[in-house]
T-cell receptor, first 114, second 114 residues
Framework: ETGVTQTPRHLVMGMTNKKSLKCEQHLGHNAMYWYKQSAKKPLELMFVYSLEERVENNSVPSRFSPECPNSSHLFLHLHTLQPEDSALYLC?????????????FGNGTRLTVT | EDKVVQSPLSLVVHEGDTVTLNCSYEVTNFRSLLWYKQEKKAPTFLFMLTSSGIEKKSGRLSSILDKKELFSILNITATQTGDSAVYLCAVERRWGTNAGKSTFGDGTTLTVKP
């Protein structure tokens, strides 16, 4: 149990589908993150939320739309994805964005786009 | 742009061997270097290093940072099959623009054979 829970664990979707990834943290942290991990590539930071406000968007295509309704929950809404978007999507949290020591990761959602 | 290079990319050893993993970096406003272990999905935190020359140790694992030469090493002694994993190195920026942003390396895949 990492304290960060992601659902679903696996997702297969077509290019015209709309789906959402969910992340929940039970650690009382104020910052949450979405990372993408593709095969043979380093972890890529996608979005950073601090106190429910998006503070960083690393040139992520608009077909990925994050939502942070409160400091414990983070969503990633997916729409008209491409096969190259297939990857492991990891959610993480930290105490806060600027003074954090470590990231706590969830187990990820393995996404396959067909 | 921040850069983290890990070497080797993969390594196969036998139980009982000692291994050294390398991480070199270039980052604006360095704050810390972090090592993570990723066995299946969620990376788990190993060490955070902020000062040169001070060894961090946890059981058979140890790590040290050289801020002058911009690298860190992760040592694992008396390796066990349970040490098989991808080891990730990340650097974190200090305050200011993109404070707290982590940049990850490609990782080193360690396989320990019985």
């Amino acid at each position: 149990e990492t304290g960060v829970t992601q659902t679903p664990r696996h997702l297969v979707m077509g290019m015209t589908n709309k789906k959402s990834l969910k992340c929940e943290q039970h650690l009382g942290h104020n910052a949450m993150y979405w990372y993408k991990q593709s095969a043979k590539k380093p972890l890529e930071l996608m979005f950073v939320y601090s106190l429910e406000e998006r503070v960083e968007n690393n040139s992520v295509p608009s077909r990925f739309s994050p939502e942070c309704p409160n400091s414990s929950h983070l969503f990633l809404h997916l729409h008209t994805l491409q096969p190259e978007d297939s990857a492991l999507y990891l959610c993480a949290s930290s105490q806060d964005r600027q003074a954090r020591a470590t990231l706590h990761f969830g187990n990820g959602t393995r996404l396959t786009v067909t | 742009e921040d850069k983290v290079v890990q070497s080797p990319l993969s390594l196969v050893v036998h139980e009982g061997d000692t291994v050294t993993l390398n991480c070199s970096y270039e980052v604006t406003n360095f704050r810390s270097l972090l090592w993570y272990k990723q066995e299946k999905k969620a990376p788990t935190f190993l060490f955070m290093l902020t000062s040169s020359g001070i060894e961090k140790k946890s059981g058979r694992l140890s790590s040290i940072l050289d801020k002058k030469e911009l690298f860190s090493i992760l040592n694992i002694t008396a390796t066990q099959t349970g040490d098989s994993a991808v080891y990730l190195c990340a650097v974190e920026r200090r305050w200011g623009t993109n404070a707290g942003k982590s940049t990850f390396g490609d990782g080193t895949t360690l396989t320990v054979k019985p």
